[in-house]
């Protein structure tokens, strides 16, 4: 049969010579003659004719009556099968291409994607180099001056003892041991700061410790009031400062102020705030919180907001409320930290504004919220009153003054200024290392007078002291430095 097949696969030209009669006389002949050959004979013209085109053929009848017919095809037989490979490796060829083509497509925009990303992280870098601190380096210069601070007051706490000082040994080979420790984990992440500062806190814990079992050798601390008490006489002194951290927006954000929300509902809990200004140390327009100090070590967690604008570093927050000086006016905004909005809008009565009267050193604080367990202060200075401090008790709620005491304090020759208790207190730069409480007035009594407890700092201009009744700190922003002072109370109430 495959001559057949050929004839039906491509060749058009098949001649083939027969002899007629057998086209019609042999009913027994194959399904080949039969079918192909007798059905298109009818077309033919005569088998007389067809002999004459046909040629080259030969045909015979073979024993059993078959039309026998061999077609002897020219050399140039037609390669269908390799035609067919060709076709097939064609087709083939083709799919490889297309999926090759596909996955070339896939590769460009993977490469595009690419190229976004790595310009992505290009910009990060940048900015990083520019505006940024690894804070991780930051972090472990912060807790090296805080364990140096230790190991001074170890030396010290050693040469005033007498006798045994097995105790106060032990403490200063820890102390170093943490040195070195600080030193190792500089190379490592960041999350070892919680660790170490935990570790820190154990360790001033115990040299407080330590220190308070010298006995009658030294001044004793009074037993610290109840958190939020104000059964105690004032302020007798401050500890040395804590360094908590950089402001989030780094080196050049010297301005600003944070501290901790205190809410009298829910004492325990309040977010921690930290509002840098502007590096021109007069716009207020970013701000952030975090839920827990952890977070704010980490810097993690955190919620920015903008504003447009607060001015100066007098904000403070209260009762989940931020309360700011108005950029270029004499107005106070209360804006709600649960979304961000500006609620209420109040100008101050008289107040003096856009640095008539701010702070010695510090700019665009002529208006100085603060806060303490009786609510919300604000520290100001009017024309009538020449410059001097005005304390005014304000309603959280509608910001109208309730109350106002005139001082004899002039503003501009005062560092700062906070409320713990209903009275005020002034600090003031004694050097580039310290600054000095100096001043009070009381609005219980309407007394004032002066006072002289040393604060140290770490840099040198102090820009905001807020105070939080519950913890008892003091929050100060030192040129761009968190920092946090605890308050030792004189005991007995005046
Ligand atoms: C037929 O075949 C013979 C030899 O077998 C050849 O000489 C002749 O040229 C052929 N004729 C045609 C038309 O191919
Ligand atoms: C590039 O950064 C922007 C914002 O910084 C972000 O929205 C975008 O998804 C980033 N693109 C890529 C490809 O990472
Ligand atoms: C201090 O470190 C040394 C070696 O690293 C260790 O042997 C010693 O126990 C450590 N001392 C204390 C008190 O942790
Ligand atoms: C006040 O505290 C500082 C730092 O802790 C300390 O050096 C100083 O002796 C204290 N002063 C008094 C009077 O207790
Ligand atoms: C503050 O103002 C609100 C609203 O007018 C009022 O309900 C509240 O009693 C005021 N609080 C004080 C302490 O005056």
């Known amino acids: 049969m495959s001559p057949g097949l050929f004839c039906l696969l491509g060749l058009p030209f098949l001649f083939c010579q027969t002899t007629g009669s057998l086209w019609t006389s042999s009913p027994t002949s194959s399904s080949f003659s039969d079918s192909v050959f007798s059905s298109s004979s009818s077309s033919h013209p005569g088998p007389g004719s067809v002999s004459q085109s046909l040629s080259n053929f030969t045909g015979f009848e073979d024993d059993h009556g078959t039309c026998q017919c061999s077609i002897v095809l020219p050399d140039t037989t037609f390669p269908v099968q390799r035609v067919e490979r060709l076709e097939l490796t064609a087709h083939v060829l083709s799919?490889?291409?297309?999926?090759?083509?596909?996955?070339?497509?896939?590769?460009?925009?993977?490469?595009?994607?690419?190229?976004?990303?790595?310009?992505?992280?290009?910009?990060?870098?940048?900015?990083?180099?520019?505006?940024?601190?690894?804070?991780?380096?930051?972090?472990?210069?912060?807790?090296?001056?805080?364990?140096?601070?230790?190991?001074?007051?170890?030396v010290q706490l050693k040469g005033s003892f007498v006798g045994s000082t097995?105790?106060?040994?032990?403490?200063?080979?820890?102390?170093?041991?943490?040195?070195?420790?600080?030193?190792?984990?500089?190379?490592?992440?960041?999350?070892?700061?919680?660790?170490?500062?935990?570790?820190?806190?154990?360790l001033k814990t115990r040299l407080k410790e330590c220190e308070a079992s010298k006995g009658d050798n030294g001044p004793v601390s009074p037993p610290p009031p109840a958190p939020g008490s104000c059964g105690h006489g004032g302020i007798m002194n401050v500890s040395k400062p804590a360094v908590v951290q950089l402001n989030w927006r780094g080196f050049a954000y010297k301005y600003g102020a944070w501290g901790r929300d205190y809410s009298p509902q829910n004492p325990e809990g309040g977010l921690y705030w930290v509002a840098?200004?502007?590096?021109?140390?007069?716009?207020?327009?970013?701000?952030?919180?975090?839920?827990?100090?952890?977070?704010?070590?980490?810097?993690?967690?955190?919620?920015d907001y903008r504003i447009t604008y607060g001015q100066g570093g007098g904000t403070v927050v209260y009762n989940n409320y931020m309360y700011v000086n108005w950029y270029n006016t004499g107005n106070i905004a209360k804006i709600n930290l649960n979304n961000n909005r500006a609620e209420v809008t109040q100008?101050?009565?008289?107040?003096?504004?856009?640095?008539?009267?701010?702070?010695?050193?510090?700019?665009?604080?002529?208006?100085?919220l603060?806060?303490?367990?009786?609510?919300?202060?604000?520290?100001?200075?009017?024309?009538?009153?020449?410059?001097?401090?005005?304390?005014?008790?304000?309603?959280?709620?509608?910001?109208v003054v309730l109350n106002t005491w005139y001082t004899r304090q002039y503003k501009p020759s005062a560092s700062n200024a906070f409320m713990i208790c209903g009275v005020l207190y002034a600090t003031r730069t004694l050097n580039t290392k310290a600054e000095e409480i100096f001043y009070y007035y009381d609005t219980n009594t309407g007394r004032e007078g002066r006072l002289a407890i040393t604060m140290?700092?770490?840099?040198?201009?102090?820009?905001?002291?807020?105070?939080?009744?519950?913890?008892?700190?003091?929050?100060?922003?030192?040129?761009?430095?968190?920092?946090?002072?605890?308050?030792i109370f004189n005991q007995k109430p005046k």
Do not use: C
């Open 166 to 202: 097995v105790i106060v040994d032990q403490l200063e080979v820890e102390i170093r041991n943490m040195t070195l420790l600080v030193e190792k984990l500089e190379t490592l992440d960041k999350n070892n700061v919680l660790a170490i500062r935990r570790e820190i806190l154990a």
């Open 347 to 368: 100008t101050l009565p008289n107040a003096a504004y856009n640095n008539r009267f701010s702070y010695a050193n510090v700019g665009w604080q002529d208006i100085d």
């Open 370 to 399: 603060a806060v303490d367990e009786q609510g919300l202060w604000v520290i100001y200075s009017t024309e009538a009153s020449t410059g001097n401090m005005v304390i005014s008790k304000l309603n959280d709620t509608t910001l």
């Open 276 to 303: 840098p200004l502007n590096t021109d140390g007069r716009i207020l327009e970013y701000y952030r919180l975090h839920k827990t100090l952890d977070d704010l070590l980490l810097y993690i967690n955190a919620q």
């Open 95 to 154: 799919q490889k291409f297309e999926k090759e083509l596909s996955k070339v497509r896939e590769y460009v925009q993977l490469i595009s994607v690419y190229e976004k990303k790595l310009s992505n992280l290009t910009i990060r870098i940048e900015i990083m180099e520019k505006d940024t601190i690894s804070y991780t380096e930051l972090d472990f210069e912060l807790i090296k001056m805080e364990v140096k601070e230790m190991e001074k007051l170890i």
């Open 456 to 487: 140290q700092k770490m840099q040198e201009r102090v820009q905001s002291i807020n105070y939080h009744p519950i913890e008892q700190k003091l929050f100060v922003y030192n040129d761009g430095y968190l920092l946090n002072y605890d308050l």
